[in-house]
């Protein structure tokens, strides 16, 4: 079974700094999907990036980027130019691309408490 | 071009009274997943449903709990003599596929409170 681990409860920014989330996760699968969602108070999930572990280039989305590291199984999310909006909790989650049933669920980590100070 | 509408966004319930927690995927989207986020933690898979079938329920309680996709209609999530533990937000996401990527994408949650 695969594990997403978020070995930082809470974080916090400098509004315009750079912040750095980190997760690491554990599969025994080489094809799969990762994925950083953010939970604001209204608490919906909104998906922030998406990286396919096939692609060696690292996703990027405006002031969203992330470090896939695959050897190191290690997927970290920087965000760039912080705004007081990215104040929530962020979810990092696995995906499996293989099979119906194993492809289809996310695994999350337990996520990280963003703040973000003016 | 409608999200995923998750019906009701809170609901109170009396121990072992039934909730019954409603989701229409967005539009197009025939794949379903409940997920189940207990207070101060991450969210937890619960089920995976297609239009009448039951795919992956390997997170659900043994008892308790069932959902179904019905050909029409929402599908339901159903926690039957609910407890105190079931106090938490449940989640509905769809896709357009089960696998091969397609994001999932997520409603707003329902909130349930058991009293």
């Known amino acids: 079974a695969q594990t997403v681990t978020q070995s930082q409860p809470e974080m916090s920014v400098q509004e315009a700094e750079t912040v750095t989330l980190s997760c690491t996760y554990d599969t025994s699968e080489s094809d799969y999907y990762l994925f950083w969602y953010k939970q604001p108070p209204s608490r919906q999930m909104i998906l922030v990036i998406r990286?396919?572990?096939?692609?060696?280039q690292n996703a990027t989305e405006n002031r969203f980027s992330v470090n896939f590291q695959k050897a190191a199984k290690s997927f970290s999310l920087k965000i760039s130019d912080s705004q007081l909006g990215d104040a929530a909790m962020y979810f990092c989650?696995?995906?499996?691309?293989?099979?119906?049933?194993?492809?289809?669920?996310?695994?999350f980590g337990e996520g990280t408490q963003l703040t973000v100070n003016p | 071009n409608a999200g995923v509408m998750q019906n009701p966004r809170h609901l109170v319930r009396r121990r072992g009274q039934e909730a019954r927690l409603r989701c229409s995927p967005m539009k197009g989207h025939s794949h379903v997943y409940w997920y189940r986020q207990l207070p101060e933690e991450g969210l937890k898979f619960m089920v995976y449903?297609?239009?009448?079938?039951?795919?992956?329920e390997s997170g659900m309680p043994k008892e308790r709990f069932s959902a179904e996709f019905p050909k029409e209609g929402p599908s339901i999530l159903r926690i039957q003599q609910v407890v105190r533990g079931d106090s938490a937000a449940y989640f509905c996401?769809?896709?357009?596929?089960?696998?091969?990527?397609?994001?999932?994408?997520f409603g707003e949650g329902s909130w349930l409170t058991v009293v």
């Open positions: 996401a769809s896709s357009q596929q089960g696998a091969s990527g397609n994001t999932i994408y």
């Open positions: 990286q396919e572990a096939y692609k060696q």
């Open positions: 449903l297609q239009k009448e079938n039951i795919i992956d």
């Open positions: 989650a696995y995906r499996s691309r293989l099979g119906e049933t194993s492809g289809s669920r996310l695994t």
